[in-house]
């Protein structure tokens, strides 16, 4: 259990940043946070991001070093993004051939942040190590954070299997990677959330350009019945299956977070349009901050017991 300072009155849980230090700047602006000495801080509150701080965006270096240095001061808190997990995993299978196809498709994904640091190999090597001490959830007595899923069964495996509930154990690192572990399992499901394989061989590609065999899907949903009641991503089904009733086994494989739980932020999914709430205990602060879209934070006020739309804030991509 993670227990808040005395002095804190407030949090704001900030979504997916992916390089955007001019948004991230604004945001902490907006929400009354002052720099100084190169660091942002509030004489009240503390920021909670989310992970992702990483690849795509135009200031990688400088949003982690934002991120770093709010926390080092103890004016923030940060959770492992699955991006941050990618650099961790790319730098672990170094120049081991055995794993070369699974490398370059992380260099792929780790193109922009690989690209901006090419220069700054130290540090680079001081991101990675504080990445590994990255906790994946947080818990405190009001609200959880988590950047993908909390999926309850998955968490109390990772406090057993990792005390610390990070990466900061090299070998939990290295379990992760071989699938079907446990610890594969925890970290798929806390990092990249819940999926259905499309049947029948049949693909879909994103708006990203890749080309997917598995869809990403609500862990929330009561009762659903087809594939439409579980879709969670910006990407429609294809067609002949759009419609179709979930199997029995599907839906053994789906993950609901009850109503009654306590209020739960992500990111992860690419939300767009003006934010809202998932649902009366669920936000998700992701909305494409990179492309295009919002950097997006909630104002979480010792006391509060739900969540409520009026306490989301952000700042859009380019001047307002």
Not at 31 to 52: A, C, M, N, T, W
Not at 131 to 145: A, Q, S
Request: net charge negative.
């Amino acid at each position: 259990m993670n227990q808040p300072p005395s002095h804190v009155t407030g949090y704001d849980v900030i979504g997916d940043i992916h390089g955007c230090a001019d948004m991230l700047r604004r945001l902490l602006t907006k929400l009354g946070y002052d720099e100084v000495d190169s660091v942002f801080s509030h004489p009240l509150r503390k920021v909670i991001f989310l992970g992702d701080l990483i690849d795509r965006g135009p200031n990688i270096r400088e949003v982690v070093s934002i991120a770093k240095s709010m926390v080092d001061t103890g004016n923030a808190y940060a959770v492992m993004g699955n991006h941050e997990y990618n650099a961790l995993i790319y730098d672990l299978l170094g120049v081991d051939k055995g794993n070369q196809q699974r490398k370059e498709k992380l260099r792929g994904l780790l193109s922009a942040s690989l690209d901006q640091y090419q220069n700054y190999q130290a540090e680079w090597q001081k991101a990675l190590q504080w990445f590994k001490t990255l906790p994946i959830f947080l818990e405190f007595d009001g609200f959880r954070v988590v950047h993908a899923c909390w999926d309850q069964s998955k968490i109390d495996q990772l406090v057993e299997i990792a005390p610390s509930q990070c990466f900061a154990d090299d070998f939990f690192l290295h379990q992760s990677i071989i699938r079907a572990t446990t610890e594969n399992r925890i970290v798929e499901r806390l990092l990249r959330g819940t999926d259905l394989m499309l049947p029948g061989g049949l693909t879909l590609t994103g708006e990203d350009g890749v080309v997917r065999h598995r869809f990403r899907t609500k862990f929330w949903a009561r009762s659903p019945k087809t594939y439409d009641d579980v879709i969670f991503q910006p990407d429609r089904l294809p067609e002949p299956v759009e419609h179709q009733l979930l199997t029995a086994e599907e839906k053994k494989q789906l993950v609901c977070y009850q109503k009654d739980e306590k209020p739960l932020f992500v990111g992860h999914y690419w939300r767009k349009g003006k934010p809202r709430l998932i649902c009366s205990n669920i936000a998700c602060l992701d909305y494409s901050a990179v492309k295009q879209g919002k950097l997006v934070a909630y104002r979480f006020d010792d006391g509060d017991v739900g969540l409520d739309v009026s306490k989301l804030v952000w700042v859009n991509d380019g001047l307002e």
